[in-house]
C-alpha cells in the first residue's frame, strides 16, 4: 500500500498571505494526486485532481503542482473561508485510494 | 444536482450489525460507481469499499474486509453498507462518495454529509 505523508501537520497563515502544503508518496504515483478541503462539520470537498487541474467552481487562488512522490497545494492569498483541513489522495494503485493524514490551515 | 444522503448510523455495542443506506438523487445512479469512504473522530479519511455502477464487482479495504458488505439497489437510487462483527475502531463518520458518471477510480467529486457509527459497549 502506498503511504502518503503531509507536512507541515499545521500552518498558521495571516489572512492575504501564501500558504504552501506539502504531500509525499512512499512511491511513485505519477501525476494521480487530488486535493480536498474539508471544514469541521462538513464533508470534504475536492479542489484539485490529476495534480494540477481544478474541480468546477474551485477559485483560481488555488494551484496544485509536482509529479511522482512530490506534491504541492497553493493558495496564492488566503481568504477567511479558506482555514481548513487539506487532504491529498492517490489514486494512482486503487484500491485503495490513500488518503494523507492532512494538514490544518488555521489563522496567524 | 447531485445528492447523496446517508442514513442509519447510531450507537452498537461491539459485535453486532449495522446497515448504511445512502440515499441519491438528481443524476442517473445506475451510471455512477460508489464508494464508502470513513473518518473516524478528529481522524483522517479512510477509502472502505466500492461497487461498480452495476454491482458487478466490488473491493473492501483490508481493515473491513470480510466484515463489511456494500450493496445497491439501482431500482431505488440507493446504496448500501452492512456492518457485521463491529469493533471499536470502526466508529466513524461514514460518508458516502463518487467519482462521477462512468467513472470507478477517485478523486471523489460527490459527497454525502455522512453519518455518524459509534461502536461502543
Known amino acids: 500500500e502506498i503511504v502518503m505523508t503531509q507536512s507541515p501537520a499545521t500552518l498558521s497563515v495571516s489572512p492575504g498571505e501564501r500558504a504552501t502544503l506539502y504531500c509525499r508518496a512512499s512511491q511513485s504515483v505519477s501525476r494521480n494526486l487530488a486535493w480536498y478541503q474539508q471544514k469541521p462539520g462538513q464533508a470534504p470537498r475536492l479542489l484539485i485532481f490529476g495534480t494540477s487541474t481544478r474541480a468546477t467552481g474551485i477559485p483560481a487562488r488555488f494551484s496544485g503542482s509536482g509529479s511522482g512522490t512530490e506534491f504541492t497545494l497553493s493558495i496564492s492569498s488566503l481568504q477567511s473561508e479558506d482555514f481548513a483541513v487539506y487532504y491529498c489522495?492517490?489514486?494512482?494503485?486503487?484500491?485503495?485510494?490513500?488518503f494523507g493524514p492532512g494538514t490544518k490551515v488555521d489563522m496567524k | 444536482q447531485v445528492k447523496l444522503v446517508e442514513s442509519g448510523g447510531r450507537v452498537v455495542q461491539p459485535g453486532r450489525s449495522l446497515r448504511l443506506s445512502c440515499e441519491t438523487s438528481g443524476f442517473r445512479f445506475s451510471s455512477y460507481a460508489m464508494h464508502w469512504v470513513r473518518q473516524a473522530p478528529d481522524k483522517g479519511l479512510e477509502w472502505v469499499s466500492v461497487i461498480w455502477n452495476d454491482g458487478s464487482n466490488k473491493y473492501y479495504g483490508d481493515s473491513v474486509k470480510g466484515r463489511f458488505t456494500i450493496s445497491r439497489d439501482n431500482s431505488k437510487n440507493t446504496l448500501y453498507l452492512q456492518m457485521d462483527s463491529l469493533r471499536g475502531e470502526d466508529t466513524a463518520v461514514y460518508y458516502c462518495a463518487t467519482p462521477g458518471p462512468g467513472l470507478i477510480v477517485p478523486p471523489f467529486y460527490y459527497w454525502g454529509h455522512g453519518t455518524l457509527v459509534t461502536v461502543s459497549p
Open positions: 489522495q492517490q489514486y494512482n494503485k486503487w484500491p485503495p485510494g490513500t
